[in-house]
């Protein structure tokens, strides 16, 4: 008997005068191998010949299963994701690495645990060849990525005339901006001086009207003492600005006569007094307190 798998079981020989063994071959002849012409007679196939397919007992032959299953289309589906992503980044490296981690770990995945991994890898051999293309798509994504890097990491050459250059154009915005400093530095300081004159003119503007009114009120108010009508006081009606309660002398004299010649004169002792002074003469208070022109 065979060994190989492949070939069905030898169906044991019929005897001499035997019937052969019943043939699934679904209503089709006998093979002429195991046909009898004659009554009594069955020819015996080789020895070791097996039955034809359609004749063999048991179940006929089934159907082979698909190659790739639901784990293929979802590993493989994400390669492809990732493969998409750093395309469109434009890291061909990057692509390669992943790659070759994928392939290794699959071939490795058959090899070790000898089942056909999500790839459906056939046989050990397909399994060694996609292992050794992951480890040299690895080593070659490795190398471009170092490459790429040490390019990012290379510095431009700077010549002299791009550093002179360089310095030149930053001292020239220095310049521009202490000139453009300087410019609203003194446009502040005028204005701010001319803010002070204005101020200071305001001033004095109101210092002047002040003195008028204090000079103009001067002239209207009489205190305690003598006083030239027309030079210290102004010529007018003048009363007392409080009720008297003591005593109160006051004389209109003639100017220049040292008060020897009296106009008129009076020593009240109560009330609002009142005066009526002209130019050339001269009033003397005493006691009275302050007279306000009416």
């Given at each position: 008997?065979s060994?190989?798998?492949?070939?069905?079981?030898?169906?044991p020989?019929?005897q001499p005068?035997?019937?052969?063994?019943?043939?699934?071959?679904q209503?089709?002849?006998?093979?002429?191998?195991?046909?009898?012409?004659?009554?009594?007679?069955?020819?015996?196939?080789n020895?070791?010949?097996?039955?034809p397919?359609?004749?063999?007992q048991?179940p006929?032959?089934?159907?082979?299963?698909?190659?790739?299953?639901?784990s293929?289309?979802?590993v493989?589906?994400?390669?492809?994701?990732l493969?998409?992503?750093?395309?469109a980044?434009?890291?061909?490296e990057s692509?390669?690495?992943?790659?070759g981690?994928?392939?290794?770990?699959?071939?490795?995945?058959?090899l070790?645990?000898?089942k056909r991994?999500?790839?459906?890898?056939p046989?050990?051999?397909?399994?060694?060849a996609?292992?050794?293309?992951?480890?040299?798509s690895?080593?070659?994504?490795?190398?471009?990525?170092?490459?790429?890097?040490?390019?990012?990491?290379?510095?431009?050459?700077?010549?002299?005339?791009?550093?002179?250059?360089?310095?030149?154009?930053?001292?020239?915005?220095?310049?521009?901006?202490?000139?453009?400093?300087e410019?609203?530095s003194a446009s502040k300081?005028?204005?701010?001086?001319?803010?002070?004159?204005?101020a200071?003119?305001?001033?004095?503007?109101?210092?002047?009207?002040?003195?008028?009114a204090?000079?103009?009120?001067a002239?209207?108010?009489i205190?305690?003492?003598?006083?030239?009508?027309?030079?210290d006081?102004?010529?007018g009606?003048?009363?007392?600005t409080?009720?008297?309660?003591?005593?109160?002398?006051?004389?209109?004299?003639?100017?220049g006569?040292n008060?020897?010649?009296?106009?008129?004169?009076?020593?009240?002792?109560g009330?609002?007094?009142?005066?009526i002074?002209?130019?050339?003469?001269?009033?003397?208070?005493?006691r009275c307190?302050?007279?306000n022109?009416?």
């Open positions: 008997m060994n190989d798998p492949n070939i069905p079981p030898h169906q020989e019929p005068g035997q019937t052969p063994p019943p043939y699934q071959g209503g089709q002849p006998y093979p002429p191998q195991y046909s009898h012409p004659q009554p009594g007679q069955f020819h015996q196939p020895p070791g010949q097996p039955y397919p359609q004749y063999q048991g006929g032959p089934q159907q082979a299963k698909g190659r790739w299953g639901v293929f289309w979802i493989g589906g994400l390669l492809a994701l493969v998409l992503i750093n395309a980044n434009g890291h061909g692509i390669l690495i992943f790659l981690i994928a392939a290794a770990l699959t071939g490795l995945y058959a070790i645990f000898k991994s999500w790839a459906g890898l046989g050990r051999n397909a399994a060694i996609v292992a050794i293309a992951g480890g040299a690895l080593l070659i994504g490795g190398v471009a990525a170092g490459v790429s890097a040490g390019r990012d990491d290379t510095p431009e050459t700077v010549t002299s005339a791009t550093l002179e250059a360089d310095a030149a154009a930053r001292l020239k915005t220095r310049e521009d901006a202490l000139v453009k400093a410019s609203d300081l005028a204005a701010r001086e001319a803010a002070v004159v204005k200071e003119g305001a001033v004095k503007a109101r210092e002047t009207a002040v003195g008028g204090e000079t103009a009120a002239a209207n108010i205190k305690e003492g003598t006083w030239t009508v027309g030079r006081i102004a010529p009606t003048y009363r007392t409080k009720e008297l309660t003591t005593s109160c002398y006051w004389a209109i004299t003639v100017t006569s008060g020897s010649d009296i106009i008129e004169n009076d020593n009240v002792k009330g609002f007094p009142q005066v002074l002209s130019e050339g003469q001269t009033f003397e208070s005493s307190g302050t007279w022109k009416q």
